[in-house]
């Protein structure tokens, strides 16, 4: 092999030796975790189906031919069947499978933003600010999530916007009391106090200085609750307080088949698999960054 001009052999040696960064290593560390890989493929798949999928297959998921209705899985041109109106499964499964990982990742950015803004304030501030905070967040515990997720849809307009935010005003509690845990143990550490003596404000603390040393669990728990927030989608969507038809939703997919099950199956089957695959997946990918991120957990 040529040698570069200029560079020594010790220097090659050292650059080939050198270890890979925390993004390289992070990334080989979860692709040995078996299932975290098994579940980040399948994501991949299910978001490339439900986004790039009708425009590749050309499929109108609002499309109603009654005169094939109930159509089986694999006849007619329908892969996975047809619905009582004679609309495509498939393209229902991808239009329904769309809107609720949309929901769950809008869900859960929402809510990690504003968990990890009381749980910030409330650890770093401690006293009467940081107890009226977590009091708060207790009493919101206090309540069966989604009766509570319920009691709220009576008073909105169903829809994707309000289910969105209904679901984020429910899931954030937990994130608050993970933050609020962290700062509560980091306030006291030496770069802290550091930062105090050079002058540094309380914000710049708490965003600068304490916040990249929390996101390990924070990113666990935002992962997990991607799965949360697209199971309390189905819940409430299935329970008929969520997304409405015409628009699809895996939630109100299961709804509108519940009364087929004996005779036509798959149109409570697709939906359910949908949910549970992309549960699950979710779930191995928190778990697999559970075990990068927080070494002792395992």
């Given at each position: 092999?040529?040698?570069?001009?200029?560079?020594?052999?010790?220097?090659?040696?050292?650059?080939?030796?050198?270890?890979?960064?925390?993004?390289?290593?992070?990334?080989?560390?979860?692709?040995?975790?078996?299932?975290?890989?098994?579940?980040?493929?399948?994501?991949?798949?299910?978001?490339?189906?439900?986004?790039?999928?009708?425009?590749?297959?050309?499929?109108?998921?609002?499309?109603?031919?009654?005169?094939?209705?109930?159509?089986?899985?694999?006849?007619?041109?329908?892969?996975?069947?047809?619905?009582?109106?004679?609309?495509?499964?498939?393209?229902?499964?991808?239009?329904?499978?769309r809107i609720s990982l949309t929901i769950g990742f809008a869900a859960?950015?929402?809510?990690?933003?504003i968990g990890t803004v009381v749980g910030m304030v409330a650890g770093?501030?401690?006293?009467?600010?940081?107890?009226?905070?977590?009091?708060?967040?207790?009493?919101?515990?206090?309540?069966?999530?989604?009766?509570?997720?319920?009691?709220?849809?009576?008073?909105?307009?169903?829809?994707?916007?309000?289910?969105?935010?209904?679901?984020?005003?429910?899931?954030?509690?937990?994130?608050?009391?993970?933050?609020?845990?962290?700062?509560?143990?980091?306030?006291?550490?030496?770069?802290?106090?550091?930062?105090?003596?050079?002058?540094?404000?309380?914000?710049?603390?708490?965003?600068?200085?304490?916040?990249?040393?929390?996101?390990?669990?924070?990113?666990?728990?935002?992962?997990?609750?991607?799965?949360?927030?697209?199971?309390?989608?189905?819940?409430?969507?299935?329970?008929?307080?969520?997304?409405?038809?015409?628009?699809?939703?895996?939630?109100?997919?299961?709804?509108?088949?519940?009364?087929?099950?004996?005779?036509?199956?798959?149109?409570?089957?697709?939906?359910?698999?949908?949910?549970?695959?992309?549960?699950?997946?979710?779930?191995?990918?928190?778990?697999?960054?559970?075990?990068?991120?927080?070494?002792?957990?395992?």
């Amino acid at each position: 092999m040529m040698k570069a001009p200029g560079i020594s052999e010790t220097a090659m040696a050292d650059a080939a030796n050198c270890p890979p960064g925390p993004l390289r290593a992070g990334w080989r560390r979860l692709t040995r975790h078996k299932l975290a890989t098994a579940g980040v493929i399948t994501i991949a798949l299910m978001v490339l189906l439900c986004f790039a999928g009708p425009m590749a297959l050309r499929l109108d998921a609002s499309y109603i031919d009654v005169l094939n209705r109930f159509a089986p899985p694999l006849t007619g041109g329908h892969l996975l069947g047809t619905d009582e109106l004679g609309r495509d499964v498939l393209a229902r499964l991808m239009a329904g499978g769309r809107i609720s990982l949309t929901i769950g990742f809008a869900a859960m950015l929402i809510s990690v933003l504003i968990g990890t803004v009381v749980g910030m304030v409330a650890g770093y501030r401690r006293g009467f600010v940081g107890a009226l905070l977590m009091r708060f967040v207790d009493a919101m515990l206090a309540f069966p999530t989604i009766f509570l997720i319920l009691a709220l849809a009576m008073l909105v307009k169903p829809g994707i916007v309000s289910t969105t935010i209904l679901i984020s005003a429910t899931c954030w509690m937990e994130v608050a009391r993970l933050v609020e845990g962290q700062y509560r143990s980091l306030r006291n550490t030496e770069y802290v106090a550091a930062a105090r003596t050079a002058g540094a404000s309380g914000l710049r603390i708490m965003v600068v200085e304490l916040l990249p040393n929390a996101m390990g669990p924070i990113i666990i728990v935002a992962t997990l609750n991607v799965a949360r927030a697209i199971l309390l989608e189905s819940y409430v969507s299935y329970l008929g307080y969520g997304i409405q038809p015409p628009v699809a939703s895996l939630g109100n997919m299961l709804n509108n088949a519940q009364i087929y099950l004996t005779s036509a199956p798959w149109l409570a089957i697709v939906p359910g698999v949908a949910i549970a695959l992309t549960v699950t997946s979710v779930n191995f990918i928190g778990e697999g960054l559970r075990n990068i991120l927080e070494p002792r957990s395992r």
